[in-house]
């Protein structure tokens, strides 16, 4: 039995891979490893820095996850380059990385602008319309479908796909390269948060989502960390937790 079969099967729902045509509305698969889901080695031969990089200078924490928006060094792999001048037209991007050990589907985030994720490790993603978000900004975690993302894929997400961290699929947890217009998901300025405020008093029920720049944030009321942070509280639904 493969991987993603072991986990449907563990988890009793579907699981698509994210190379299937249930994909086609999140996102675009840019490279993909070759032979079957859960390959060993990058499809990309590009990506050998990339992993080489990421495998040996950065961790995966013991408990929760760890998010760095912008790792200068990672900036300097001409890999980065490709994706700056090609997706994003020349934009100046930042190339990050989340490391973890999430298992829970509970909270979602969108940007208005492509975003590149690279799968060091075989992950999960758990993925959403933004459109789906209704009028009193709920949205319902059943709406939302899990993606087996293999070591080695690379995707474009599109600016209305919900997504927040991947999802482990083994103990040892998950790394993930992410490439966004610099400056998306850093802190908003005293200006713009008074610019938000004012916005939701207009009438604008999305500024209520702004919690950083470029970064919209819908929560489950019991993802305490992001509710801290002063995430919405608007997904409904199980506090869904991935079995791997």
Known sequence: MGRLEELNRINGFGIFDVRSAAFRTYGRVLAAPEGAVGAEAPGDPGLAELFRYMEE???IPDE????VASD??????????????????GLDVQAGYCNGRNTTVNGFEYHKSPEVNIAVTDFLLALGH???ISDDLSYDVDDAEIF???RGTVIELFGTTLHLSPLRTCDAGFRNIVILPRGTNTPLSDEERLAAAE???????EARLLLQKQKWVISHPERE????Q?????VTGPNRELKY
């Open 148 to 150: 087996f993302m293999p």
């Open 72 to 89: 200068p060094e990672l900036e300097k792999i001409e890999s980065i380059a490709v994706y700056r001048n090609t997706l994003f037209g």
């Open 64 to 67: 929760g996850n760890i998010y």
């Open 57 to 59: 200078r950065t961790e």
């Open 230 to 234: 002063g995430a919405h509280p608007g």
């Open 199 to 205: 916005a939701l008093a207009r009438g604008d029920r």
């Open 225 to 228: 960390p992001l509710i801290r």
């Open 130 to 132: 933004s459109y789906d």
